[in-house]
């Protein structure tokens, strides 16, 4: 099976900050991973699909980037409304979600 | 507007099972699979498996293969998943999600069912 790491497990920032978030797959996955948002008592949200695609109505602020084994999803300027956990996913082989990234404000 | 309506609450005893539903609405119901996620505190989000809409096909994480099941009723545009011989560790919250064209992404979510084990 798959495993993916998120790193960090929490992530404090500040209002205007870029922020990145990391995703480390166990093996190659292609590039078939996804990027989901989910704030206290939501379901999650698609963020990023199939490494760096924007999922329609999703601020620009967000973008993702990576291969192989190392992803990345970036927030180029903290805003309140992005405190939440973030997961990646991949489909490449199996399913897996990553252990999340609660991302704070300072 | 796309929507995903699951059904209420369950509390169940253990080794029973509990059958939970995902209305959809808003667009073509047979042109998009269905997957279903556990999530629980401990083990996070956990991928269950996903029916395709269409035909009825399924394909199932291996470690939910004999404790789910997926089903689609095609005339009410709604998808179900049977859980069962339940135990504590099946609490959780199960969510319904659409997969989007050609994979991209889970576009939509079904606001999700808690499911509580307990006797």
């Known amino acids: 099976d798959i495993q993916m790491t998120q790193s960090p497990p929490v992530l404090s920032a500040s209002v205007g900050d870029r922020v990145t978030l990391s995703c480390k797959a166990s093996q190659n996955i292609n590039k078939n991973l996804d990027w989901y948002q989910q704030k206290h008592g939501e379901a999650p949200k698609l963020l990023i699909y199939y490494t760096n695609n924007l999922q329609t109505g999703i601020p620009s602020r967000f973008s993702g980037s990576g291969s192989g084994t190392d992803y990345t999803l970036t927030i180029s300027s903290l805003q309140p409304e992005d405190v939440a956990t973030y997961y990646c996913?991949?489909?490449?082989?199996?399913?897996?979600f990553g252990g999340g990234t609660k991302l704070e404000l300072k | 507007q796309v929507q995903l309506q699951q059904s209420g609450a369950e509390l169940a005893k253990p080794g029973s099972s509990v059958k939970i539903s995902c209305k959809a609405s808003?667009?073509?119901?047979?042109?998009?699979?269905i997957s279903w996620i556990k999530q629980t505190t401990g083990q996070g989000l956990e991928y269950i498996g996903y029916?395709?809409?269409?035909?009825?096909?399924?394909n199932y994480n291996e470690k939910f293969k004999g404790k789910a099941t997926l089903t689609v009723d095609k005339s009410s545009s709604t998808a179900f998943m049977q859980l069962s011989s339940l135990t504590p560790d099946d609490s959780a919250v199960y969510y319904c999600a659409r997969e989007g064209e050609l994979g991209a992404g889970f576009d939509y979510w079904g606001q999700g069912v808690m499911v509580t084990v307990s006797s």
């Open positions: 996913y991949q489909y490449n082989s199996g399913w897996t």
């Open positions: 808003g667009y073509t119901f047979t042109s998009y699979y």
């Open positions: 029916i395709n809409t269409g035909s009825g096909g399924t």
